[in-house]
């Protein structure tokens, strides 16, 4: 979509959720690598398709609830996204953000297991 500039020319339109102006760098999230569960399991996820709160949001929306699920850390810069997890395997983690067509790739897994399709 494109909107007309005060001289006629055309100027392409920012999708809103990726228009807003960061001021935390991009990093968002509660935890952080220093607030993360000792005891817990974590697995890093490479997610080339979020750069944006809405993005965000929608992986938070499911797997924020997720029975496992100790803490997200998101680096929307980075496109990384840090779990902390109680599960025996990343494979629920993968399936949630396959199935929100994020297209995982792990980037470490403290398990060392990695189940299910991670990059395409």
């Known amino acids: 979509m494109h909107k007309m500039g005060l001289e006629g020319t055309r100027a392409p339109i920012t999708p809103q959720c990726c228009a807003d102006d960061c001021s935390n760098g991009g990093v968002s999230g509660h935890a952080t ?6 005891d817990a399991a974590s697995a890093v996820f490479l997610i080339q398709k979020m750069d944006c709160p809405t993005e965000e949001r929608l992986i938070r ?3 924020e609830g997720m029975a496992g699920v100790e803490t997200l850390s998101f680096n929307l810069l980075q496109r990384e996204l840090t779990i902390a997890h109680r599960l025996p395997s990343i494979a629920p983690l993968v399936s949630v953000l396959t199935a929100l067509d994020m297209e995982p790739a792990v980037k470490s897994d403290s398990l060392g297991s990695v189940s299910g399709p991670t990059d395409r």
Do not use: G, K, Y
């Not at 690598?33 to 000792?38: G, N, Q």
């Open 61 to 63: 929306d499911r797997l």
């Open 33 to 38: 690598a220093a607030t993360l569960p000792s």
